[in-house]
């Protein structure tokens, strides 16, 4: 059987302001009927450019094919003229794109935009179009399709129309889906749901999948093909199990690696690729991954290695070898712990199983009278509530709230990382700001080393806000680019100490280099760095004042995976070496059960399970953690899902459900569920869980 | 939707009569009488002025002026101008729709040319066509009427005698006036339109239209356009006052009947009855204009349709 779609040797030329860019080169990979092949690397390394190269929409944004060819089944598309062009996409070749949101337009009904599609490719009238659209929104798993094709993108949530989206990818069924990182803006659980679609879709429809990510995870979950790519070139491709078993070229084995494992030894430093992506404009000589690479040598800098094959397997490395030797001594080494870790587990629960932990009875308040002495507490929350007020629909209509957070109560100890895990939607980011009182409490209370927060005036507050630092989500929206970094880091001394300019920037200076950056670079702008350099900056920011306690709001969500686990490395050893404590919030789960130690678990504005990291994620007492957890990505390729998934999406926190609010998505809800209300109760020493039916 | 109607409705009666009490707040604290308009200062003694001022009623105090002005107004009574005791209400009545006729002459001319230069310019990024919107805009906006007015005079009525220099008689005599004001509005949309289309052109849903394999033509006119309008409406609505504004000017120019005329002469002549009716019909007319525009964008942008 041909190939469906066969790429040889595509390089792709980018015109800008600075010249030309060559932004891939000399692609070489073919897509075989029915078969499921992704395209991994971190942003830069050329994956979406690749995907929008197939159907040549590169050439709106002043992007040109150079060079090879783009065979589908056997005819070159790098050839045809744009009119022919037109009629392949959308008909056999369709594209789903990674923000759901932002993909379609606005001012029409998602009828409309499905109708569209079904019209332009096939002799259909409107009225038969749009009756396929409600078929195909059935399909995808959307409720209420009539009613969903009369409503425009902004009143369906991320979810909804991503599955739209691939109604609309579907409509004219497709030989082949292009999806570009379509659930990366999606949270874990509806990725899970989108990514079970996408394979249930593909064979019914027999189609192909060409799917980019930059999570490992989905491609070993769902992936027959991976092909790595970095800095515009293809370094390896094989099948998934064996190139996740081994991989051979050493940028892959730093994927693996540095993407915290379920299994990783908590605490521990994450393996991490040194340095970040180069830019097109930069590129190093010889091998594109040399200056990041362990086994470099002098013929790396030199010569670029070609794409060989070995067996079924194609890697671009002078050092296959050594790089599989060394693996395979660092397997064994990490095999170790593996089995280490696993016999803590094994022992953590025969303790607990030991322990019939005299829960239920015991009604007190979590954090009101928490096991650990007192003087531990750095935070402590009390019946915290953040309501806010919504629009009224008229003048008599009672006013109704979105209640972000709703009642939460619980502590964070000193020198402890409290991780905050939950779907968007949850409150976790609130919760986060009220704390710090960077928001008004609508009521409950704030302990912070004793002093009692929401009652202090913004005077009162200013000398303890020294103690409370924020890292933010987005390094570049962060710092001012008008700014130097200098001036930047400097800027709290500046508002809270008493020194001179002179020492300001000798002390920005020492904080670069603690985070890792050259202290020469107190005089350079933002854009001078990278998106990790930058978060590095903005961690200096916040560890300027010497605080005791550091909010981390999705820190390192924004980052690529091995600049992520760089950062994590910072935060902890920061952590040690200051005494700080952090609440790290994040909607991945891994990262947050590696850094933390100690989990709380959101769902609509209620902690629903607080437990230390470990136990967590071992035995979840939630239904809804362990439906989290679930949704995970498996990194082990063959180790496919079996468990159920989580359905449905968040409610809206406007209008909660009744009783446990969890019950609507709840696989164990009862008529209790909906009607009473779990409080927040001890399970065990240190654990908490609200559900009349705890899982453990 | 009946509710958003009432709403703008009622926000519309709001500003209009917020406009009166500022015109006539305004007008009562400029310097000089209105008596001075209809007897000769230098002449009269002060017992004939006082006589006058008793019988306009501008010796009373300010808000007994204004309660008398407003319910006169409400009954259709815009009192007599001050120099010929002609009716103001029949005085606007006569000229405003020689106004009301450039003004949409020009409001026409300003929206067909930004709108074609503005999407061209847009699409054909970097080419000739967009170079010559960028050269109309900059015109347009940097250009003051009257000059343009009389360049346009110069031109096409003296020199190749295609249109009267002046008049307010036939379609003829609007074409230049209509020009000389619609450029101005054609330069802001032309400029308005290039950038949002260009903003839009750059939108991840552009990307989609385009995979979904639809012509250039369906993207750009069908899709970009209809985004790119949101914000080019509201504009449109307020170059409508700017053109009532400038038919001051341009009725000047091109010795056109008209309110801007009567406007002009009533300042000169400090005829407030005259100005101050002048003033609350342009407003009346700015307010209906702006509550069009509003309750176009509930079709066009969805959005709004949802948060009102």
């Known amino acids: 059987m041909g190939a469906l779609l066969d790429i040889q040797k595509l390089s792709v030329d980018f015109q800008t302001k600075h010249g030309l860019l060559t932004a891939i080169t000399e692609v070489t990979f073919s897509i075989q009927p029915g078969e499921t092949v992704c395209l991994v690397g971190e942003s830069g390394s050329g994956k979406t450019v690749t995907s929008k190269a197939i159907m040549r929409l590169i050439e709106h944004e002043q992007g040109r094919i150079t060079e090879g060819s783009v065979l589908l089944s056997g005819q070159d598309v790098a050839k045809l003229p744009e009119a022919e062009l037109r009629r392949i996409r959308g008909k056999r070749v369709a594209m789903v794109f990674q923000e759901p949101m932002a993909a379609f337009d606005p001012v029409f009904t998602i009828g409309q935009q499905i109708a569209e599609t079904i019209v332009r490719h096939e002799r259909v009238g409107k009225r038969e179009a749009w009756e396929r659209g409600v078929q195909l929104l059935k399909r995808v798993g959307i409720p209420e399709a009539e009613l969903r094709m009369k409503q425009y993108p902004g009143e369906l949530s991320g979810g909804m129309l991503q599955r739209a989206m691939i109604a609309v990818a579907l409509s004219c069924g497709p030989e082949l889906l292009i999806a570009d990182e379509p659930t990366t803006a999606l949270d874990v659980t509806i990725q899970a749901q989108i990514l079970q679609l996408l394979q249930e879709l593909k064979r019914e429809f027999g189609m192909s999948i060409l799917l980019i990510t930059h999570d490992l995870g989905i491609a070993a979950e769902i992936a027959d093909r991976v092909i790595v790519m970095y800095a515009g070139q293809i370094v390896e491709q094989g099948v998934t199990e064996e190139l996740f078993a081994q991989p051979l070229h050493p940028y892959t084995r730093g994927l693996l690696q540095s993407a915290a494992p379920l299994d990783s030894v908590r605490g521990s430093r994450l393996y991490a690729i040194k340095g970040s992506i180069p830019s097109l404009a930069a590129l190093p000589t010889g091998c594109l991954f040399h200056p990041r690479c362990e086994h470099a040598t002098d013929r790396c800098r030199a010569e670029a290695p070609p794409l060989d094959h070995r067996g079924d397997r194609e890697v671009a490395c002078w050092h296959v070898d050594s790089v599989v030797e060394a693996a395979v001594d660092g397997h064994s080494a990490s095999g170790a712990v593996i089995h280490e870790v696993a016999a803590k587990r094994q022992t953590s629960i025969r303790l607990i199983e030991e322990d019939p932990a005299d829960s239920g009875q015991n009604v007190k308040q979590p954090g009101v009278s928490s096991p650990s002495p007192s003087s531990d507490v750095l935070f402590e929350a009390v019946n915290l509530h953040k309501y806010y007020p919504l629009k009224r629909k008229s003048l008599t209509a009672p006013r109704s709230y979105v209640r972000a957070v709703d009642d939460v109560s619980f502590t964070i100890r000193k020198n402890e990382t409290f991780g905050l895990v939950g779907e968007s939607g949850s409150g976790k980011s609130t919760l986060g700001r009220v704390l710090l009182q960077l928001e008004e409490a609508t009521s409950g209370k704030i302990h912070f080393q004793g002093t009692e927060l929401t009652s202090l005036s913004a005077a009162e507050l200013r000398p303890l806000r020294r103690e409370m630092q924020v890292i933010f989500q987005d390094p570049y929206g962060s710092l001012s680019p008008r700014w130097t970094v200098g001036d930047s880091i400097a800027e709290p001394l500046k508002v809270h100490g008493a020194l001179s300019a002179a020492e300001c920037k000798e002390r920005a200076a020492e904080l670069l280099q603690l985070v890792g950056l050259d202290a020469a670079s107190v005089n350079k702008y933002p854009h001078e760095f990278s998106g990790g350099q930058r978060q590095r900056i903005g961690i200096a920011r916040a560890i300027a004042l010497n605080p005791s306690f550091i909010l981390a709001d999705e820190a390192v969500s924004a980052l690529d995976v091995s600049v992520q686990a760089q950062v994590v490395n910072l935060l902890q050893d920061l952590q040690q070496k200051l005494g700080l404590t952090y609440l790290f919030i994040a909607h991945g789960l891994q990262i947050v059960r590696h850094i933390s130690d100690r989990i709380g678990v959101m769902y609509l504005g209620k902690l629903v399970e607080i437990a230390p990291s470990e136990e967590l994620f071992l035995r979840p007492a939630h239904p809804y953690t362990r439906l989290l957890i679930d949704s995970i990505p498996h990194s082990v390729p063959g180790q496919r899902r079996d468990t159920p998934l989580l359905q449905g999406e968040i409610p809206s926190p406007s209008n909660p459900p009744s009783g446990c609010r969890f019950h609507t998505r709840c696989p164990f809800a009862t008529a209790r569920c909906r009607e009473e209300q779990p409080a927040l109760l001890p399970l065990d020493k240190d654990r908490y869980v609200a559900c009349h039916y705890s899982l453990v | ?308």
Do not use: C
Request: cysteine-free; charged content about 15%.
């Open chain 2, 1 to 308: 939707m009946a509710g958003v109607l009432a709403r703008r409705l009622f926000s519309s009666v709001l500003v209009i009569v917020g406009s009166l009490i500022l015109v006539f707040a305004i007008l009562y604290v400029l310097p000089g009488d209105p008596t001075d308009t209809i007897v000769d200062p230098s002449i009269a003694t002060p017992e004939m002025v006082a006589n006058l001022r008793h019988q306009l009623g501008v010796d009373q105090p300010f808000y007994i002026q204004f309660a008398r002005y407003f319910s006169h107004m409400l009954r259709g009574d815009f009192g007599q101008s001050l120099m010929n005791s002609e009716s103001v209400l029949g005085k606007i009545l006569d000229s405003f729709p020689a106004t009301l006729a450039l003004t949409a002459a020009s409001s026409f001319v300003a929206v067909t040319v930004g709108l074609v230069l503005g999407v061209l310019s847009a699409i054909h990024r970097n080419r000739p066509i967009d170079l010559i919107a960028r050269v109309v805009g900059l015109f347009g906006i940097s250009m003051p009427t009257f000059w343009s007015g009389i360049l346009l005079i110069v031109l096409l009525s003296l020199k190749l005698g295609w249109f009267p220099a002046m008049g307010s008689d036939g379609w003829r005599t609007l074409v230049l006036p209509a020009i000389a004001l619609g450029l101005v509005g054609a330069g802001f949309i032309v400029r308005m339109v290039r950038s949002s289309m260009l903003d839009i052109i750059d939108e991840h849903f552009i990307l989609t239209l385009r995979s979904k394999g639809l012509t250039e033509r369906a993207v750009m006119y069908k899709h970009a356009l209809r985004n790119a309008l949101i914000p080019a409406i509201t504009m449109i609505g307020m170059l409508v006052g700017e053109m009532l504004a400038g038919t001051v000017v341009i009725e000047t120019v091109f010795s056109r009947q008209g309110i801007g005329r009567i406007i002009a002469d009533a300042l000169m002549a400090k005829d407030l009855p005259v100005v101050q009716g002048v003033i609350f019909f342009s407003a009346f007319v700015y307010v209906i204009v702006n509550t069009l525009v509003d309750l176009s964008y509930t079709f066009i942008d969805p959005r709004v349709r949802r948060s009102t």
